[in-house]
């Protein structure tokens, strides 16, 4: 009989259900442990925290793969670390990325300067513009990295097509897939050969952690993995066992953010002092055909533009009392931030504006609170603006 496959609250959960025995611990404990004891004489893998084989990194690097419908997976110190080392195990001194403009902005720093350091250049396509892709692939090209849904605008991209051209040239697709988590979108599934989290966001959950993750085939896993030993981005037992703690309930959580991104979404549009409100749920999104038929949920980021601009924004900030102003995203509480002074500083104004984030864009992380008390605070915030 053919395996039944497990659905994506059991995979968060359990991982691969093996044989228990008794007095096994029903929860992991946490192996604090920077070594382990070798066998004398030579050994096929010497344990070491910093080689990413500790036994809470290898639970979390199953459980993600698991969800993803990966072959492996591999945890690191922050999600700029895993993007990083995912693209360094592709690319050489001599060849060319593609990426999507629409990316958050340390990750566009690292391509403009931190690559262009090491001899790898990086050109930007708006993805609105399909042709630009083909027409900016050279003969050195060896990956394509784009994230979806987008950081802050929300905007969803075709993988479908993304990976047929990928393919057809020989290239790696990557995806940064934080916002979406795998509850929402498995990239794979639509032709990406390579996914990377921020697991400081939706898969930890909690906004406690720092730490990255990407999903791959075993071989590329293990490429990323000799490079990590080195350049020593493992992530620390302890972190590991609070990311494992929050994975479990990644799919209620991710449910639930869904169930109140639309309501919050919905209620904003039909605010006087709101000029645009971005979120995928929403018809009047660009995306919202291909979210409908792509996403498993919309998810709870949303972008507010206010009509009173920039001193809108302020003031509505300052009323605030439940949602926080703060970075980040994807915990369990609701959080605002305004991308210009923070994902998006490394931006000029203009690069901002080219990608949809006028001076006063508010970016919502829509926390598990009651729907109810967010709108109320929203409501108090919009008085002011
Ligand atoms: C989409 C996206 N990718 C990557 C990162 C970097 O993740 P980390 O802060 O865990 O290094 C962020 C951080 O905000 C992000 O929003």
Redesign the pocket.
């Known amino acids: 009989m053919r395996r039944r496959r497990s659905g994506l609250s059991t995979r968060a959960i359990h991982g691969d259900v093996g044989p228990r025995t008794v007095a096994q611990p029903v929860a992991a404990p946490i192996y604090q442990s920077s070594t382990f004891v070798s066998p004398f004489g030579p050994t096929d893998e010497v344990l070491y925290t910093r080689y990413g084989n500790n036994p809470n990194q290898r639970r979390l690097a199953s459980r993600l793969a698991h969800l993803e419908g990966a072959q492996a997976a591999i945890f690191l110190a922050?999600?700029?670390?895993a993007?990083a080392l995912a693209h360094l195990a592709v690319l050489q001194p001599g060849d060319h990325l593609l990426s999507s403009e629409w990316?958050?902005g340390?990750?566009r720093r690292l391509f403009a300067e931190e690559f262009a350091r090491l001899g790898i250049e990086t050109s930007f396509v708006n993805p609105d513009r399909q042709r630009q892709w083909r027409i900016k692939l050279r003969k050195n090209t060896r990956a394509i990295f784009v994230?979806t849904p987008t950081?802050p605008v929300m905007r969803v991209l075709d993988l479908g097509w993304l990976g047929a051209l990928a393919k057809a040239e020989g290239v790696a697709l990557l995806v940064?897939s934080?916002?979406a988590s795998p509850i929402n979108f498995r990239p794979l599934e639509h032709g990406a050969d390579i996914v990377?989290h921020?697991?400081?966001?939706y898969l930890n959950g909690h906004s406690d952690v720092?730490?990255?993750a990407v999903a791959a085939s075993a071989a590329f896993v293990e490429e990323i993995r000799s490079r990590m030993k080195v350049w020593g981005q493992a992530l620390d037992p302890h972190c590991a066992w609070l990311i494992e703690r929050g994975l479990k309930t990644l799919a209620v959580r991710v449910a639930r953010h869904n169930e109140t991104g639309l309501r919050v979404a919905s209620w904003l549009e039909t605010q006087p002092k709101v000029r645009r409100v971005h979120y995928p749920g929403l018809p009047s999104h660009p995306d919202h055909a291909l979210a409908a038929r792509t996403l498993n949920g919309f998810g709870g980021m949303v972008g507010v533009e206010l009509a009173g601009g920039p001193r809108a924004a302020r003031r509505c900030l300052k009323a605030l009392r439940l949602i926080t102003h703060a970075?980040?995203?994807g915990g369990v509480e609701s959080l605002v931030s305004e991308p210009r002074f923070t994902?998006h500083a490394g931006l000029t104004p203009q690069q901002r504006a080219a990608a949809g984030i006028p001076d006063g864009f508010l970016r919502f992380s829509l926390g598990l609170e009651d729907a109810d008390d967010l709108i109320a605070d929203l409501a108090r915030g919009l008085a002011a603006a």
């Open positions: 922050s999600g700029m670390g993007t990316i958050y340390g990750t994230e950081n940064d934080t916002f990377i921020s697991v400081t966001k720092i730490a990255g970075p980040s995203l994902s």
